[in-house]
């Protein structure tokens, strides 16, 4: 099993800028995709952002043009840039690897 924490998060105002990681506790690049996902309070967990091993990445809609998924193999590390920040991005982020454990979390709180 690859352990996952994640980091990052915090309490910032609408239209600031975060950037969470992902450390894994083993080598990532034999994984192909790796994701972020959220889920805010009352709200099932979403997927928001993927990366494949070959960067190739993909995005949800809501965060389309706001947030950058990026990965660093050498560092078995996944980041999620987070950009132009809303209110409704308030959520606890988790990154996924497909088959593991999911991680803690970390909090995004975007205030108006």
């Known amino acids: 099993q690859v352990q996952l924490v994640e980091s990052g998060g915090g309490l910032v105002q609408a239209g600031g800028s975060l950037r969470l990681s992902c450390a894994a506790s083993r080598t990532i690049f034999r994984f192909n995709t790796i994701g972020w996902h959220r889920q805010a309070p009352g709200a099932q967990r979403e997927w928001i952002a993927s990366i494949t091993s070959g960067g190739t990445t993909a995005y949800a809609d809501s965060v389309k043009g706001r947030f950058t998924i990026s990965r660093d193999n050498a560092k078995n590390t996944v980041y999620l840039q987070m950009n132009s920040l809303k209110p409704e991005d308030t959520a606890v982020y988790y990154c996924?690897?497909?088959?593991?454990?999911w991680g803690q979390g970390t909090q995004v709180t975007v205030s108006s």
């Open positions: 996924k690897i497909p088959g593991q454990e």
